[in-house]
């Protein structure tokens, strides 16, 4: 088995690993990973490197993950983002966190959007599986790419005409959704088209392009114009903030263009590998997040899934089809295990809105890049952008008015999560194995 393989095996046995309890669901995890290895595993370096990354894994968690026990009146230096005078946090002391953790300062401070925050811890409340911490802010501060952000942001509630054409941009290009109306997310969310609204690969791949195209236009050299791609493309990324979809785009873009520079050929699937393997060890809380397990569960879907029924000179529209409800299919128990809902015609959703989508966040880069070089006749972009906005809406609000797009599902949610992965991996394991054989028996 090959080396990146046995190393992406070992990042999702964590998350089953962690996602649920030790009890009987532990043990059929633990007895289905034993079976699969007899079949999976043909050398010992396959097995020492599976138990390596375990332990690894197990040595960041305790320097990377927040254990959750606060002090009541001690200080802790954390990072979140405030919205209406509320802090949702993300890190805590520079770590981690499993649970959700959210803060209602006592004092009211002229202040909203992501910041580095010290505040006195006074109450402590769990409640469902989330922390809500009762304190005072004792001081605040953003970094150099939180005020590049605010200021973004300020640029587009200036050019845009209303609020949910300003809300929708600003998803779209700098993934602050904090505008963005309930109504309109809603729309999105139950059509499953909400990944149009997230900063990831979709930006990070018309991000790296267009810089790319730019450069080559200006007749930038080889070498150099994909090192510029890889500045623009690490400062866009810190900018919007590293959210598991945005680190595991960004690394999977940074490996591309450093293979350019050093004129060596990219691997879809190394590059995967690689992000998903920095990611949990950098940040192992981030890979029980609905965004993580959406975003790598997506791109597994289209490299381990899609390329086995691809068939070449396909009808486009077929093609897209069938990426997009095997994408659904592999997300589905997600769906299920976070938001007891199962999508049903989402895939078909997609066909509509994915294309839309990207001539929008298109539109929304170029329109950007035009603010900040030529502020003037902001008016006109302001048309752009709302005419853009009201296309994607329009699409959305008809598609959210489809019966069926998506079903609740009232069941044990542990037992459908694992059955349909068992099946997955089996049925992956089978054609892998036979891909193999075939290769075998060509070269003979």
């Not at 001081?139 to 050019?159: A, P």
């Not at 938001?339 to 929008?360: D, E, Q, T, W």
């Not at 048309?383 to 044990?412: A, G, H």
């Amino acid at each position: 088995m090959k080396l990146w393989h046995v190393a992406l095996l070992s990042v999702f046995s964590i998350i089953f690993y962690r996602l649920f309890s030790p009890d009987i669901v532990y043990t059929i995890i633990i007895t289905v990973a034993a079976i699969f290895g007899f079949f999976i595993f043909k050398e010992k370096r396959d097995i020492i490197i599976y138990i390596l990354i375990f332990l690894v894994y197990q040595i960041t968690s305790n320097m990377f993950i927040f254990n959750g026990k606060f002090n009541e009146n001690l200080n802790y230096s954390v990072r979140g983002e405030m919205v209406n005078n509320i802090i949702n946090v993300s890190y805590i002391n520079g770590q981690g966190l499993f649970s959700k953790v959210v803060l209602k300062p006592e004092n009211v401070i002229d202040f909203k959007g992501r910041g580095n925050f010290r505040i006195k811890v006074e109450k402590v409340n769990n409640l469902k599986g989330k922390i809500y911490l009762d304190g005072k802010i004792i001081s605040v501060e953003k970094t150099i790419f939180d005020k590049i952000r605010d200021y973004l942001s300020f640029r587009i509630e200036k050019t845009c005409f209303n609020k949910i054409t300003a809300g929708v941009m600003k998803a779209l290009i700098i993934g602050d959704s904090s505008m963005l109306p309930k109504n309109v997310n809603d729309a999105f969310k139950r059509t499953g088209t909400s990944h149009v609204l997230v900063i990831s690969g979709l930006h990070i791949a018309m991000m790296t392009l267009i810089i790319l195209k730019l450069m080559e236009y200006i007749n930038i050299g080889y070498t150099k114009r994909h090192i510029s791609a890889l500045i623009f493309l690490s400062f866009y990324s810190f900018t919007v903030g590293m959210t598991p979809s945005v680190a595991r785009a960004y690394i999977m873009g940074a490996t591309f263009l450093i293979a350019k520079i050093f004129w060596e050929e990219s691997d879809l699937e190394k590059s995967f590998m690689l992000s998903t393997i920095i990611v949990a060890l950098l940040d192992p809380a981030s890979i029980f997040s609905i965004s993580f397990l959406l975003s790598y569960g997506a791109l597994a879907a289209i490299i381990y899934v899609y390329e086995m029924v691809r068939i070449e000179k396909e009808s486009p529209f077929i093609d897209l089809l069938k990426l997009s409800f095997i994408i659904q299919l592999m997300l589905s128990p997600i769906f299920i295990y976070y938001f007891g809902k199962m999508p049903l015609l989402s895939f078909l959703a997609n066909l509509i809105a994915v294309p839309v989508g990207n001539i929008a966040v298109e539109t929304g880069f170029f329109i950007m890049a035009l603010i900040i070089i030529l502020p003037f006749g902001s008016w006109i972009y302001g048309i752009i952008l709302e005419y853009i906005t009201r296309t994607l809406l329009f699409y959305i609000y008809i598609l959210d008015k489809i019966p069926f797009m998506q079903i609740e599902v009232k069941s044990n949610y542990e037992t459908i999560f694992i059955l349909f992965y068992i099946v997955l991996v089996g049925t992956g394991v089978y054609f892998y194995r036979n891909r193999l054989e075939k290769k075998k028996s060509n070269i003979i």
